[in-house]
T-cell receptor, first 115, second 115 residues
């Protein structure tokens, strides 16, 4: 079955460490996205990519980095520059068909906690 | 920039009753898409319903329907015959017709269903 796989489900980071969150899709979707979810804040866009080897900053990109070397993969690195990384991270993908966009397919998320 | 507002952070409904979740948005575009997503306690984001702005007919999906008022920039979700499984966070989202398909989300609303 096609879908998006995020791993790990839970991740613990020590102060000053970089950590990478994995996101893989087998839907043949062109576009992929990373969102951060905090209580009462909704979902805020970190980075997005519409095509391989290209990506754009979202609203809260500081302290994060991404790569898009393959269509299927869009990993997110949370760097030590991100001062408050504890949050729930969601990866999503989308495709625009002849009838327009159908919205996102989401992964199951990664809960990142700083210890 | 486009914004999406969900003014009610929490609501409750009795099982089998009907509840309406409100959402307003701000945009200067004439063509766009609107979505409602559900996030149950599992935190998996699930697409509930999609509305294309150029269609005057309100979208429906089984017990879920929308009241789309383009001039008022309002997009409310009506849940009929509420079930215990409807208890979740609900997010309203917007994306424009052109360019990227990135979604702008509201802050969400927590729906409780009482037996």
């Amino acid at each position: 079955d096609g879908g998006i796989t995020q791993s790990p489900k839970y991740l613990f980071r020590k102060e000053g460490q970089n950590v990478t969150l994995s996101c893989e899709q087998n839907l043949n979707h062109d576009a992929m996205y990373w969102y951060r979810q905090d209580p009462g804040q909704g979902l805020r866009l970190i980075y997005y990519s519409q095509i391989v080897n290209d990506f754009q900053k979202g609203d809260i990109a500081e302290g994060y980095s991404v790569s898009r070397e393959k269509k299927e993969s869009f990993p997110l690195t949370v760097t030590s520059a991100q001062k408050n990384p504890t949050a729930f991270y969601l990866c999503a993908s989308s495709i625009r068909g002849v009838l327009g966009t159908y919205g996102y397919t989401f992964g199951s998320g990664t809960r990142l906690t700083v210890v | 920039a486009q914004t999406v507002t969900q003014s009610q952070p929490e609501m409750s409904v009795q099982e089998a009753e009907t509840v309406t979740l409100s959402c307003t948005y701000d945009t200067s575009e004439s063509d766009y898409y609107l979505f409602w997503y559900k996030q149950p306690p599992s935190r998996q984001m699930i697409l509930v319903i999609r509305q294309e702005a150029y269609k005057q007919q309100n979208a429906t999906e089984n017990r879920f329907s929308v009241n789309f008022q383009k001039a008022a920039k309002s997009f409310s979700l009506k849940i009929s015959d509420s079930q215990l499984g409807d208890a979740a966070m609900y997010f309203c989202a917007y994306t424009g017709q052109g360019g990227s398909e990135k979604l702008v989300f509201g802050k969400g609303m927590k729906l409780t269903v009482n037996p």
